[in-house]
């Protein structure tokens, strides 16, 4: 059958996979939980999806699908730290910068990164510079300097 017969709104592509990091997929167990939710939700809405004949939101799930279960795949559950002397996945560590303002990180994996609500990627620059360092210890935060002040 020729294109020009098939109407637009029959028509839908299958969208592009979302990029996946080249970095170890690295996860805290509520990493992981959020990862198994992810794609529970995802494989009921695109039998959903299925089921109502709704080609676009097929695509949609398909492809969101693909990307969580990717990464379920290839998550690697990281024990929770035992030694709290120094930075490392899965600690929240709390700085004290240069005008006096504290704030505190849990540093956790890509998928589960939300610097608005505390918790950065461990690749991120942040994470990078504080992992290895130590209570007292000092690190270059956006141009200025922040002293670690608690690790937990």
Known sequence: MSRAFVKEQDSVDELPDRLISEHANLVT???????????SRLDAAHATAQADGDRAEMAATARNLRYWS????SAELVPPAADTTIVQFGLTITIEREDGRKQTYRIVGEDEADPAKGSI???SPLARALAG?????SVRVAGGEAEIVAIT
């Open 133 to 137: 360092k130590s209570i007292g210890d």
């Open 121 to 123: 990627s461990y690749v």
């Open 29 to 39: 167990a509520e990493g992981l939980a959020q990862i198994e939710v992810e794609v």
């Open 70 to 73: 990717a990464r379920l795949a």
